[in-house]
């Protein structure tokens, strides 16, 4: 267990924007970041960070919370996980309470293949470099492909022996179960008979973004036409592979620094293309390029350039996936290499000046680049240039119409010529090409089976602000919280402050929702016990990660003033000062409103039940001082900010 005076150090140290820097393109707007979310798929921003108050809210997925809870979500890690991880980043020592035999059960359990993961990354490079065997032949095989010792260890590359169970010895030496190791793909049990996967071969250890070990790959050194070539870790909790890019946590800074994304083929494209110097690069390791890897180049750049080998397996390589990061809004450019290059090959005859002049010379855009090779296999074939005509139009019908209608203009024009064909058919062709696609989607959306939602993950359409589902009286409630979170501890018009204000006027049993009244009684409680109101990282660390996400949510608002508001309107902004007052003013009037309707509701059932004139008078007469009462605050916020059901008036 991580001592409580640890994680408040954490807390304090860890800065959101640095943490989330580290993840995804954040761009300043007024106080606060925005950006692409992480955690579906947009192509406006609606991700928001909060330096000031040190959270995040998405007003797209309605995703929101601290930078815990981001590194949580982010990489699929428990909270001790992402404590740690914060640690590790700010170089803090964490303090740890003895643990019990069933939390360090409990512990093992949760976090088995990522430790037996870390385990083999360390024995396999261990092996590499401090054996006689794996410098022999791990090591002279890296040296031959040009990798120095710092580039060896920065990718953290490894050996296994070629004896049948070298690692499985070690492994289960160190205590790792014979199940964990095979469900890892390390170790495999043929006929009784268990033996290491990777053995006579050279490690890629694969990374997440914040450097966890999700899985690895092998290359065998030695022909074998048995084996295959390469081989990767089998698909499971930590590894999949169409969600992960080789090189993302070495090249993560870099490709957000230079707002540029090479991707590559191979894991030895992407460490000789590091080593010469070029860092914002990443490999899909030989797979087609997937939405989710799209995701995850696309929170840190839009500008994505494909690297491939000038021969034929090149070319229909890096035709792979460009629709589907059309679609996702890249700027995608291409660039072949010359025949019998790779970018590995290229990186280390020419270096990175040379590199740098080829691909500026030879980018090429994904249509353009489709119709050069389209138009060279077509030639004057009627059937093939029909195709390619097919082909173009559906490639533009990607491009989203509404972002990029002039780039999707111009691609239609360029390809009309190139092609020899009607301009307008060529538009027809890419609506309809459009419209089969948007029939698809809502014919499948059509056929989902119901289900139902939680409220705090509905997804809006068209990137529209979640509606809330929570009724008029729940808001007014949560804005009284968020105004003593924020401004409790601020004076009002200079005498107390507006959380002793908050207190004399607002009936505690008006707040219906049990959530909100509990926060609410815990906020004055933490009042009276230290005589200072809770600071605003009491909440925003809340330990209950439901509540800690509503009040990050809460304390985020959608809406940010621009500071150019007045010199492009005339129009004056309130300042934070008077912000604060006005909110301050428009809940204490709701609740005492509430108070007054709760108050007519009793009294209309007296003045029914009442027989005695005299007293029936002095009902109607306090009814009326009520009723002025409604009339005074309703007049000073229109709409009415409250109406009851019960009286009809």
């Known amino acids: 267990m991580i001592n409580a005076a640890s994680i408040q150090e954490v807390m304090s140290r860890a800065d959101i924007v640095d943490v989330l820097g580290q993840f995804i393109r954040l761009k300043k707007r007024g106080v606060n970041y925005i950006a692409n979310c992480p955690f579906h798929n947009e192509k406006t921003p609606s991700f928001n960070v909060s330096p000031v108050k040190g959270i995040y809210k998405c007003f797209g ?249 000038g021969d034929a397996a090149g070319i229909k390589a890096a035709l792979r996936g460009l629709d589907m990061a059309l679609s996702q809004s890249f700027n995608v450019k291409l660039v072949l290499l010359p025949t019998g290059e790779d970018p590995d090959s290229y990186i280390q005859k020419n270096g990175a000046t040379v590199f740098h002049e080829y691909v500026k010379e030879h980018k090429q855009d994904v249509i353009s680049f489709r119709l050069q090779i389209g138009l060279s296999d077509a030639g004057t074939d009627p059937v093939k240039r029909s195709k390619l005509v097919n082909e173009i139009a559906e490639s533009i019908s990607r491009i989203n119409k509404a972002e990029d209608f002039s780039l999707q203009a111009h691609y239609i024009k360029e390809a009309a010529q190139k092609l020899n064909v009607d301009e307008t058919g060529l538009v027809n062709l890419t609506n309809k090409f459009i419209r089969e696609r948007v029939e698809t989607e809502n014919r499948h959306n059509r056929t989902q089976p119901d289900v139902v939602i939680p409220h705090e993950e509905i997804l809006p359409i068209n990137n529209e602000p979640i509606i809330e589902t929570a009724n008029k009286e729940e808001e007014q409630e949560w804005q009284l919280l968020r105004i003593l979170i924020e401004y409790g501890h601020l004076e009002y018009e200079g005498a107390q402050k507006v959380a002793q204000l908050i207190e004399e006027r607002v009936d505690p049993s008006l707040i219906e929702q049990p959530l909100i009244n509990k926060l609410y009684t815990e906020y004055y409680q933490h009042f009276q016990h230290f005589g200072a109101t809770p600071e605003l990282h009491y909440f925003i660390n809340y330990p209950d990660s439901v509540i800690r996400n509503r009040l990050a949510s809460l304390l985020l608002p959608e809406k940010e003033i621009s500071p150019k508001w007045k010199d492009r309107y005339g129009i004056e902004t309130l300042s934070e000062q008077m912000n604060y007052i006005n909110d301050v003013n428009s809940s204490l009037d709701y609740f005492e409103l509430k108070k007054i309707l709760s108050m007519h509701d009793k009294l209309t059932q007296k003045i029914k039940e009442e027989s005695d004139p005299a007293k029936l008078d002095l009902l109607l007469r306090e009814h009326i001082k009520y009723k002025q009462l409604e009339r005074e605050i309703t007049q000073r916020h229109k709409p009415v900010v409250y109406k009851s059901n019960k009286i009809n008036r």
């Open 61 to 309: 997925c309605g995703k929101a919370g601290n930078v815990v809870t981001f590194i949580q979500e982010h990489e699929k890690l428990s909270y001790p996980e992402a404590i740690h991880w914060l640690a590790d980043y700010y170089k803090i020592t964490l303090v740890e309470t003895e643990r019990t035999p069933e939390q360090q059960q409990q512990q093992l359990a949760s976090e088995s293949l990522r430790i037996l993961n870390e385990f083999a990354a360390n024995y396999f490079l261990d092996v590499l470099l401090n054996t006689e065997e794996g410098q022999l032949v791990g090591l002279s095989y890296f040296k031959q492909r040009g990798f120095r010792k710092e580039t060896i260890e920065k990718f953290r590359l490894g050996f296994n022996s070629e004896q049948q169970d070298a690692f499985y010895k070690a492994a289960l030496k160190k205590g790792y179960k014979t199940e964990l190791l095979e469900q890892s793909g390390l170790v495999k049990n043929r006929n009784g008979i268990v033996h290491d996967v990777y053995r006579g071969r050279v490690i890629f250890p694969i990374q997440g973004m914040t450097g966890r070990i999700l899985g690895f790959g092998a290359r065998l050194i030695k022909n074998n036409d048995k084996a295959p070539k390469y081989i990767n870790s089998p698909e499971n909790e930590l590894y999949n592979k169409s969600k992960v890019l080789y090189g993302m946590y070495q090249s993560r800074q870099a490709i957000g620094k230079q707002d540029e994304c090479f991707l590559v083929e191979g894991y030895t494209d992407v460490i000789s293309l590091h080593q010469g110097g070029i860092e914002n690069v990443v490999s899909s390791s030989g797979t087609s390029l997937t939405e989710d890897q799209l995701r995850l180049i696309g929170q840190l750049t839009k500008n994505l350039t494909i690297l491939y080998d």
